[in-house]
Nanobody, 127 residues
């Protein structure tokens, strides 16, 4: 079992910056794939960026160049640096994890591939 706790959400203006954190506990000695997802009201949950314990990363097109995912294995903490945020990116942001799989590198960004989820942290972007 893995427990995930997100933090770092808040309110920013369009063009602003936030860094989200996701601290893991439990069976963190295993190698994992970890992904940031987001869900706006009335919309489906969508992947944003992923990273695995060996450092392979994946990004959606909208995240490339503005968002950076990173993992501090010593602290069991996942990060998402978000720059130049847009109002349409206002959502609840979730981190998710699942044991790393050789045939799914870099990490997929599909919700169905992840079994461990945090409770989410709200990001509000005003125009």
């Amino acid at each position: 079992q893995v427990q995930l706790v997100e933090s770092g959400g808040g309110s920013v203006q369009s063009g602003g910056t936030l860094r989200l954190s996701c601290e893991g506990s439990g069976n963190t000695y295993r190698r994992y794939s970890l992904v940031w997802f987001r869900q706006a009201p009335g919309k489906e949950r969508e992947g944003v960026a992923g990273i695995d314990s060996d450092g392979a990363t994946s990004y959606t097109d909208v995240a490339k160049g503005r968002f950076t995912i990173s993992l501090d294995n010593a602290k069991n903490t996942l990060y998402l640096q978000m720059n130049n945020l847009k109002p349409e990116e206002q959502a609840m942001y979730y981190c998710a994890a699942d044991p790393m799989k050789i045939d799914k590198r870099p990490p997929t960004l599909s919700t169905s591939d992840y079994n461990y989820w945090g409770q989410g942290t709200q990001v509000t972007v005003s125009s």
